[in-house]
């Protein structure tokens, strides 16, 4: 491992070294521009609206527009169009029908966007906005509104040598809406069944010399949920601006404001017996328990968030071929929330202990990416050379509290009994993370086809923990320098037809913020390798790209999160070892015509513990993630001079297999096939859809973390909605 690191570093050093001297005037030629059709030019070729569900470019994969073909990697994306016509409106539903994400784990969550990556969580250390990481630790993360976004991209398998500490799974990019020098206005409005109302607008517009763009979009929704006693209120805004005097220089400014005011709903942490399958206790048979059942105390119960950001995007191609970029964003989030929560049943009775929780938690974040990009040839090879510095500052100061058992709920009748005491502070701490990484990366084309992309990074982070006293005491303050090398490898031939097969092997580093309750040190670093092998293919005769990878991910010192219990009823976690992840994933987007759009997705993995300092757990699959999943999406619109012209129908087929509750493996959470159905109506400037999602309205649990955590799928949802553009 460490041979094959240093060689990959060493590597890509010497090509980054070598390559501008070699462009100078006595040596290559450089590249002519290169013109794309249908997605926009450079980089915002990557970022602009996607033509049905057929993107071209992303720059997700390797920080440059490139054609999603040539990324070494299995790479989905999901598009405005696509998000729509299924009318997800989180980010988490709208990855449902993605190759390689478990997305939803825990239900219907109203305030976090759940996504697991070829069986790794990706919610905390995977996500990213516009390239710049949306780190999350604890409760202290970021909250994204699928309203504001153009496209979400998923580059799945390690992507530390263009990210620096991810999740080693894969992760979500989300790409925010921005200029596009045209005038829009737009509106829409919806309802569920549930009596939760929203508005939306969408509007921006240009300058008469279209040297400045402005847009600005945002959402309004309220009401009433699925889940008892569970109401609120929320809202976003995102203005930006883009600048650009000329057509080598770019500069855009990206801001959003989040608020959230609402308290928290059920169906989560609820025990296997009883959701699975039906409590039995003192011989008494009590079924299962309503999806829909509330445990919490509507009296204390409350969940409040502030957050924003402002960052900006600068480019300036010189006429020598070569481009500078700077990318850099500031964020802030204030969370507050109390909960009550259900954890396992009081032996012998039809009531559940109670947990009383409550967290206070604000984030302040600043990250930048400067780059520069270099397209020149050396002989016969023709370079896309990539170089760049960033920075990740990450502070997080938090208070945590919790008291266990001292109140029961019959979850049957809803009657509590006991008292509720003082919550015992278990967490009181200021965290910050600083992270400074160097890349390098080389896509080297050559001989009509081949396709070589080299990178090479290396990483130094400083993680400091100031602890306060807690119910332990008080732990010592603790500072941690990491520092590793991560890189990656890829081989590819595209052919004539269409046909692109690749082969690639990529290290990974993610430094883990989290520290031991009890001493208040930072765990080690995770790191390992993934080797992966696939084919891409874009096919000449139709409007399509299908994708077919195979790969084996090795992912070292595994955080794995120990479940309150009456012993130790504090979350703690503890670095269990080894888990591996193979296995293969096949996903096809096609355009069939400008009216007829399909997606399908098959996963397949093996998850296995390999290395744990309890021997039983060795082999066993870890828990919550199913192995198997498959889905497929379809949607016609009618076009004709009769009634019927601007009818649009859809439906979609979602498969989740089963899963484990526990990590011994002796409980099983039942696999769940589930059906979707669209039909819309537009004409000129508006339109009305109606989606529904889980049609038969199917009751089933979507995984358990633990047999004492257990979540209900989301059931039947009905979603009317309006729009219209001028």
Partial sequence: MRRFRSFLACGVSAVAWLSPAMAQDNGATVLQEITVQGEGTGQEAGVGPVNGVVAKKTLTGSKVATDIKEIPQSVSVIGREEIDEQGAQKADEALRYTAGVFAQPFGADSDTNWIYIRGFDATATGTYMDGLQLFSYGFGGFYVDTFGLERIEVLKGPASVLYGGSNPGGLVNYVSKRPTFERKRYVETGVNDAGNVYMGFDVGDVTSDEVVSWRVNGRVAGGDTYSDDQDGWRGFISPSITWQPDEGTRLTILANYTHIDENHGGGSFLPYDGTVRDYVAGGVNYGRIRPDFNPTDTDIDEYKRDQGGIGYEFEHAFDNGWTVRSNARFGAADINEVSVYPFGWVAGTPNLTLIDFGHDSQVRTFLADNQIEGRFETGPVEHTLLAGVDYKYYNL????????????????????????????????????????????????????????????????????????????????????????????????????????????????????????????????????????????????????????????????????????SAENPFPSSVQTGEVRSRGFEFESKVNITEDWRLTAAVTAYELKVTKDANPALVGKQPFLVPEVMASIWTDYTFRGDAWYDGVSIGGGVRYVGSSYADRENTLKVPDVTLLDLKVGYSRDNWGVDLNVSNVFDKEYVSGCQGVNVCSYGEGRSVKLKAHASW
């Avoid at 809803?414 to 919550?423: A, N, P, S, W, Y």
């Avoid at 090398?485 to 037809?497: C, I, K, P």
């Avoid at 046909?499 to 080690?524: C, H, K, M, Q, W």
């Avoid at 293919?537 to 195979?550: A, K, Q």
């Fill in 397 to 564: 100061d938090h208070v945590q509290a919790s008291t266990f058992g001292l109140t029961a709920i019959d979850p049957f009748t809803g009657e509590v009994t006991g008292t509720r005491g003082d919550r015992a502070v278990y967490l009181n701490q200021e965290m910050t993370q600083k992270q400074v990484g160097v890349y390098v990366q080389d896509q080297l084309r050559f001989a009509d086809g081949w396709l070589v992309t080299l990178n090479g990074r290396y990483d130094w982070v400083a993680t400091d923990a100031d602890n306060r006293p807690n119910a332990y005491g008080t732990p010592a303050d603790f500072s941690k320098d990491d520092g590793a090398a991560s890189g990656r490898a890829g081989l590819a031939y595209e052919f004539d037809n269409g046909l692109t097969p690749y082969v690639s092997v990529a290290t990974f580093f993610n430094p883990i913020f989290e520290t031991d309750v009890l001493t208040g040190r930072p765990f080690d670093p995770e790191e390992g390798v993934q080797y992966e092998a696939g084919i891409k293919y874009t096919p000449t005769f139709i409007d399509g790209l299908f994708t077919l990878s195979v790969f084996d991910l090795t992912r070292q010192n595994v955080l794995t999160a120990e479940a309150p």
